[in-house]
Nanobody
Framework: QVQVVESGGGLVQAGGSLRLSCAAS????????MGWFRQALGKERDIVAGISRSGGSTYYADSVKGRFTISRDNAKNTMYLQMNSLKPEDTAIYYC???????????????????WGQGTQVTVSS
């Protein structure tokens, strides 16, 4: 069973940057697509970005395109989310998900087939 742990959250002023990390352990990392979701207070958990097994394919929500960059280092079993030009509306708990896939693509992540981390809080002050 793969396990994932997020880190890197914190408090930052609007316009600032943060880099989140998601470290995975327990299974062959490069068999898994990975993604970042976020959940603001009182709202649903929504996808932010996803990345394929090799890192060759990525997906971004419209709200973060051009500001966030997802990447992964399979040698380190770690995925990253570089967040620039942060806005107060980016404030949320950010969750990592890993999901085993048969090919090199970004899947539709689901709780049924994915494994979630515990989340890391990102707070952007205005």
């Amino acid at each position: 069973q793969v396990q994932v742990v997020e880190s890197g959250g914190g408090l930052v002023q609007a316009g600032g940057s943060l880099r989140l990390s998601c470290a995975a352990s327990g299974r062959t990392f490069d068999n898994y697509a990975m993604g970042w979701f976020r959940q603001a207070l009182g709202k649903e958990r929504d996808i932010v970005a996803g990345i394929s097994r090799s890192g060759g394919s990525t997906y971004y929500a419209d709200s973060v395109k051009g500001r966030f960059t997802i990447s992964r280092d399979n040698a380190k079993n770690t995925m990253y989310l570089q967040m620039n030009s942060l806005k107060p509306e980016d404030t949320a708990i950010y969750y990592c998900i890993v999901q085993q896939v048969s090919g090199d693509y970004v899947p539709r992540f689901t709780t049924a087939f994915g494994t979630w981390g515990q989340g890391t809080q990102v707070t952007v002050s205005s």
